[in-house]
Nanobody, 128 residues
Framework: QVQLEESGGGLVQPGGSLRLSCVSS????????IAWFRRAPGKEREGIGC????????IYSDALTERFTISRDGAESTVYLQMNDLKLDDTATYYC?????????????????????WGQGTQVTVSS
């Protein structure tokens, strides 16, 4: 059974940083691209970016990429989302999702359509 589990969320002050982790199990770890999304209260799901099996990134949000970086540990089935200079508007539930081999492209993909597997999400709250 395929499972994704996010961790690392929490409460942080504006300007602070967090690193989220997405651990996969049940996947052939070398054969899945992992993407990050978020959903803020009252808003639609928003794509952040994706990293494929070769470490190549696909950007879903140019604006967020200025502060957020996706990386993966090749030796482990873990993908990270490093978030810096967090702002109040970054408050959301953050999700990782998996797709075989490649990062999906297009407007639908940037909203999460087509990704086969999802984690339960981890809450990030930015507040002073």
């Amino acid at each position: 059974q395929v499972q994704l589990e996010e961790s690392g969320g929490g409460l942080v002050q504006p300007g602070g940083s967090l690193r989220l982790s997405c651990v996969s199990s049940g996947l052939i770890r070398s054969r899945y691209a992992i993407a990050w999304f978020r959903r803020a209260p009252g808003k639609e799901r928003e794509g952040i970016g994706c990293i494929n099996v070769k470490g190549v990134r696909t950007i879903y949000s140019d604006a967020l990429t200025e502060r957020f970086t996706i990386s993966r540990d090749g030796a482990e089935s873990t993908v990270y989302l490093q978030m810096n200079d967090l702002k109040l508007d970054d408050t959301a539930t953050y999700y990782c999702a998996a797709s075989p081999l490649i990062c999906l492209r297009g407007n639908d993909a940037s909203s999460g359509q087509g990704y086969d597997y999802w984690g339960q999400g981890t809450q990030v709250t930015v507040s002073s």
